[in-house]
């Protein structure tokens, strides 16, 4: 069965420094995919990365990036440079073949000026 | 501005109704899927259709249904509403056979059942 982690209820950081949302999961497919969701408080699911199991290099897009840890299994979204309209909830979730998006319970994050 | 596209943006009603959410895929994807948002069970998948035929299902309620279109749109009845229904949801969408099956979601439906 799948499973996602995320262990941060909510997370502070200033703005312009990086900040690290930790996702842990767990699967015994060897081909899947790891997303990263932000939900700001108007509500919207917004895609922001993906990775694929068999991946060789971390994905980025702009100023997130997925530290991919394989024999971990975690999958932490590091966002570089805050700015105030990272205040959002963040959401990781793994998919493997064939079967729907299974979602964390999502870490909030607080950008402070 | 994801190009899925969720109406209503609000739904109030009481317990016993019968409601509609209608979704439109983002163009040229074949897949719809929903999920319920609710504070105490997180985001939870209820249903995929996939060019119109049920693909996989997941937490979803005997009162809960929902069909896909020809013209690929997708229809989720919600019935004999409870309180505990009260909930976001969310319709998302995904080309079938693109690179990882990434899926975008339209705005919501915030559900309020009185």
């Known amino acids: 069965a799948q499973k996602i982690t995320q262990t941060q209820p909510g997370m502070f950081v200033q703005e312009k420094e990086a900040v690290t949302l930790d996702c842990t999961y767990d699967t015994s497919d060897p081909s899947y995919g790891l997303f990263w969701y932000k939900q700001p408080s108007s509500g919207e699911m917004i895609f922001l990365i993906y990775q694929g199991s068999y991946d060789q290099q971390n994905a980025t897009e702009g100023r997130y990036s997925l530290n991919f840890q394989k024999a971990r299994k975690s999958a932490n979204l590091v966002i570089s440079a805050s700015q105030l309209g990272d205040s959002a909830m963040y959401f990781c979730?793994?998919?493997?073949?064939?079967?729907?998006?299974?979602f964390g319970k999502g870490t909030r994050l607080s950008v402070i000026a | 501005d994801s190009g899925v596209t969720q109406t209503p943006k609000h739904l109030i009603t009481a317990t016993g109704q019968r409601v509609t959410l209608r979704c439109s895929p983002r163009?040229?994807?074949?897949?719809v899927y929903w999920y319920q948002q609710s504070l105490d069970q997180g985001l939870q998948f209820l249903i995929q259709?996939?060019?119109?035929?049920?693909?996989a299902k997941g937490n979803i309620l005997e009162r809960f249904s929902a069909q896909q279109f020809p013209d690929l749109h997708s229809e989720l009845n919600l019935s004999s509403l409870e309180l505990g229904d009260s909930a976001l949801y969310f319709c998302a969408s995904s080309a079938n056979g693109g690179r990882s099956g990434e899926q975008f979601f339209g705005p919501g439906t915030r559900l309020t059942v009185l």
């Open positions: 979730a793994m998919r493997e073949p064939n079967t729907p998006l299974v």
């Open positions: 259709y996939y060019n119109g035929e049920e693909r």
């Open positions: 163009s040229g994807d074949l897949s």
